[in-house]
């Protein structure tokens, strides 16, 4: 028996696995049929029994977001799915997208009936242009199949669908500002309440769900509520993809049960890199606070990882061995989110200039302890304090990174700088780059 | 100069697939890209027009987004990820060498218009570190080595095939012209999964899983 179970990934190995041929090979679209004989709200009510949960990072509850959309307001409503996956390590959506795409579509069908849409969109970050060729040619083919469109397999439910592309902005991943974004305006997060189950896209009640929660919402049609809730844990239910990658003899994706331990991951993949090992890693993204080897037996579940001072984030394991400088990692990190605040809020428009400050002394061995206060004091001053996660986000590496690598940052103002070689956590050291 | 008529036609259909039609400007500042090859005054202009806004607005939304050029980019444009894990990876070492091998820096353009260099933030790829995109192709598992080959291949008229993408690098425009959801007929072209992608499936098969 096996640690891993692909669902989403079952059939990524077959070569047309993108086509709709190939996704109906394996029962593609069965689900959506079932689905419209069913009442849109009996639709909802197996979603929320199943336990599925937010796979792009908060981890709410699927079915309690589409059932917070008020029913008989006479109002459109929106599903926006947010493709925007942008969140440092996290690399799962893209190739899902890629190589299955119709599961998405078939979400996002079966999505828009049980809250009542008639327009959807997807909102795919820019940067991947053919994954946007893929999205497109499945949502064609989709339409030209009676899946779209008008009267999608007689059942007199209409739905059109729309691919958004960004252009290049980490924050459209926070699903206020992609909605202020897929307006037409500057992607800029939104004060809430109202939220947008009330007032979302064109101030319209709007669900905002992640790629991979839509794409997973079919299997559950499809198998039932009991197999899901056979996989995972107590609270964290089914099955997920977790993305290995860094210093690890062998990356990739892994789609498991929910619960299973970075340990068991590493194990199936190889170990770290030859004669290297780990130093410290993330469990969901650059915005989860960094965990080290003696979280490698903590349960990837939401509650297992938040129990251990983290956040399951989006599965995003980016593993880093011993020869990388944890200073020089989280400055790199803190630039991203300088780079990517929005500037609406205060707090992190002006913080994240402060902290890079800080970190950039501190890495060039220019620092003293005294700086480490100060940068503890920034965090203390910008998390919380803004409209958004992206700040909570930029302070997340340096206060776990303090807590657990203290000595390493007092170690480059001792050593007058960096005291690590940065050749050689390069994958290329021994190719003489 | 104005655009074509077959150009403004374009727009009217981008336009048409949104409830609101501002909700258009992003399609339709990405389409005047795959046009001028960058934001030009004209597009600005001609987007406001359309929408029925003032040019200012437009302006605030194309400089808000880093994929929206102001000025013009190379007809390949190099994309080096320098995210932490890719840059601690080689991605440090791989813009470090296309600097000295261009002779430009990040931000820059080759003088006769050919590539231009940007550092970019994390590109959802990082199970194929270190990442360097093309146009906005995916280049997996790249060393400073593999990018001169690819650079000396676009200077020379026959740049490598994308390792997730279409058979052939397109340019600039052209692929820009597609994030406008203006189909160019290539989504089966290149491969369905990289190998990294299938790692936990292969492994999941070995072991008789299922």
Redo the contacts between chains.
């Keep these: 028996m096996s640690l891993l179970n692909p669902v989403l990934s079952a059939h990524w190995d077959e070569a047309d696995s993108f086509t709709i041929a190939g996704y109906q090979r394996h029962d593609g679209y069965k689900a959506l049929a079932k689905a419209l004989k069913a009442t849109p709200d009996e639709v909802i009510a197996q979603i929320k029994e199943s336990g599925l949960r937010g796979r792009g990072g908060a981890g709410f509850p699927t079915g309690n977001k589409w059932s917070f959309i008020p029913q008989g307001d006479k109002k459109a409503h929106y599903l926006v799915v947010n493709a925007d996956e942008s969140e440092p390590g996290t690399c799962k959506d893209m190739p899902l997208l890629m190589a299955n795409p119709h599961s998405l579509i078939e979400g996002i069908i079966i999505g828009s009936y049980a809250i009542r849409a008639n327009h959807s969109f997807i909102y795919l970050r820019g940067e991947v242009v053919h994954v946007f060729r893929r999205v497109q040619k499945a949502i064609d083919d989709a339409y030209a199949a009676g899946f779209l469109g008008k009267n999608i397999l007689g059942s007199g439910f209409d739905l059109e669908l729309t691919l958004h592309a960004g252009a290049g902005a980490y924050i459209c991943g926070e699903e206020t500002a992609l909605l202020d974004s897929l307006e037409g305006f500057r992607g800029q997060p939104r004060l809430r309440p109202p939220f947008p189950a009330i007032a979302g896209l064109y101030a319209m009640p709007t669900v905002v769900n992640n790629v991979e929660s839509i794409a997973s919402v079919p299997s559950i049609i499809q198998n039932g509520v009991e197999w899901f809730q056979a996989m995972g844990t107590e609270k964290s239910k089914g099955y997920t993809l977790y993305s290995l990658s860094g210093h690890v003899t062998n990356p990739g994706q892994f789609e498991a049960p929910l619960g299973i331990t970075l340990r068991q991951i590493l194990e199936l993949a190889g170990g770290m890199r030859a004669g290297h090992e780990l130093k410290f890693w993330t469990p969901g993204g650059s915005s989860t606070p960094m965990f080290t080897a003696e979280h490698l037996d903590v349960p990837l579940d939401y509650e297992g990882v938040s129990s251990a001072g983290s956040m399951l984030g989006t599965k995003a394991l980016q593993i880093f061995d011993e020869t990388t400088c944890v200073v020089r990692a989280v400055l790199r990190w803190v630039e991203f989110y300088k780079h990517e605040s929005c500037g609406k809020c205060t707090p992190c428009r002006e913080g994240t200039w402060w902290l890079v400050q800080i970190m950039k002394d501190l890495e060039a061995g220019k620092g003293s302890e005294a700086d480490l206060e100060k940068l503890l004091d920034l965090c203390d001053n910008i998390a919380g304090r803004s409209f958004c996660a992206l700040a909570d986000g930029a302070v997340a590496p340096i206060i776990s990174s303090l807590k657990y690598f203290r000595a390493e940052y007092i170690l480059h103002q001792t050593n007058g700088g960096c005291p690590f070689d940065p050749v050689a956590s390069t994958l290329f050291e021994t190719a003489g780059a | 100069m104005s655009f074509t008529t077959e150009e403004l036609a374009v727009m009217d259909t981008i336009i048409a ?4 039609s ?6 339709l ?2 389409y005047v890209q795959s046009i001028d090859g960058y934001v030009t005054p004209r597009g600005i202009e001609t987007i406001a027009e359309k ?1 029925n806004l003032a040019t200012a607005e437009v302006t ?2 194309s400089t ?5 050029k102001s000025e013009p980019v190379g007809e390949y444009h190099v ?1 080096i990820c ?4 890719c ?4 991605g ?2 791989i813009y470090e ?1 296309v600097c000295d091998r261009l002779g430009i820096k990040k931000d820059q353009t080759t003088p006769d218009g050919k590539i231009s260099l940007e550092r ?11 990442v360097v ?1 093309v ?4 280049y997996d598992n790249q ?3 593999s990018v001169n080959e690819l650079i000396d291949g676009v200077r020379a008229g026959n740049p490598p095939a ?1 390792t ?3 058979k052939e690098l ?1 340019t600039w425009k052209q ?1 820009s012209a ?4 203006l ?2 007929g ?3 072209e ?16 070995a ?4």
């Design positions: 697939r949104y409830p609101k501002r909700s258009a400007i992003m399609p500042l990405h929408l605030a939304v808000f987004y880093t994929q929206y994309g320098t995210n932490t894990l840059a601690v990876m080689g440090d070492a060498s970019i933030e994390c590109n959802a790829a990082c199970d194929y570190a270190p995109m146009n906005w192709e995916f060393t400073p080595a994308p997730r993408g279409p397109r692929n597609v994030l406008a959801g189909s160019d290539l989504a089966e290149g491969v369905q999964a990289g190998a990294a992608s299938l790692l936990g499936l292969n492994i999941a098969k072991q008789g899983s299922k």
